[in-house]
């Protein structure tokens, strides 16, 4: 299972950044041994400044803000309250 979700805002001068994380949960049985891992990394950030809001991926590549607001939980929410 995997989940998108808005981190922790960081402002800097004019600028909000905000981080979008990736946490995937991975279980599984082995030899009657059950076991629950989850594994949390980057996937895109989110700018917002003055005018239209832009993401980019960790390789810097311009990403849709509509289609991460659709994806990441809170996001939408956070946006609208800074």
Not at 13 to 37: A, C, H, K, M, W
Request: charged share 20%.
């Amino acid at each position: 299972m995997t989940r998108l979700s808005a981190g922790k805002p960081l402002t800097v001068n004019n600028f909000t950044l905000i981080p979008i994380e990736e946490t995937t949960l991975y279980s599984g049985s082995v030899q009657n041994s059950d076991f629950l891992y989850a594994n949390k990394k980057p996937r895109a950030i989110v700018i917002l400044s003055e005018g239209t809001p832009k993401a980019y991926n960790m390789k810097f590549d311009e990403v849709s803000v509509e289609q991460l607001i659709e994806e990441t939980n809170g996001l939408n929410e956070l946006m609208n309250n800074i």
